[in-house]
């Protein structure tokens, strides 16, 4: 099994490589999952920069004092890969967000789509996105990732159609789609872009707005998903026919 993954704001180490994880990341490590001398820990700023660290003590509940050597840059991945994520109902958007990252999205835009029983307004609004944030972030450390996915601020659906019309793929996922997106001819590099519906559909207006953008509708097999699994088994797809997986 890999290292754990520990956040921090920066990777900037001290005299001789000796760096101090503290807060609630370094209490984490050192109560919750009680590393000691010698294990092995990757910190990361989730923006793609890390560094592989040893331990070598711990201070008190909260402080982990590990070995720094040297930091590195891992690139984005290409073709990258953007799911727009209509909001459900209850935490099925926080389980949607959490399996997305962990198979390997880019970035998560949440969409008020008009048939969505949810909608983000105000302090609920805020509250929603931050927790959707969190998902992210918790998920991108469960599943060793060191760049995790990006979550945008809610989208209307014409912020949605200018979005697709920026991609260099574009997809909806509809049970109207001629063709599977697993036959889809996808590019090596650029942007793809996955709308993903509520529970209610996408609504024609919507569908035809979402066309007109270029983006095609694209079914994934005999069942239909839930909206909340619909956009990981999408990914999974994409990731494995761009050859990322």
Known sequence: MTAPVFVVEHLDAGGGGRYVLDGPEGRHAVSVKRLRPGEDVVLTDGAGRWADCVVLDTEGKDRLIVRLDSVTEEPEEQPRVTVVQALPKGDRGELAVETMTEVGVDAV????????????????????????????REAGKQSRRV????????????QVASLLAGADFAAVLHESGDEALATAELPSSGEIVLVVGPEGGVSPEELALFEEAGAKAYRLGRSVLRTSTAGTAAVAVLLARTGRW
């Open 109 to 136: 835009v949440p969409w008020a789509a008009a048939r969505c029983i949810t909608q983000w307004k105000g302090e609920r609004g805020l509250k929603a996105l931050g927790k959707w944030r969190a998902t992210a």
């Open 147 to 158: 760049r995790f996915p990006e979550v945008a601020e809610a989208a209307t659906t014409k």
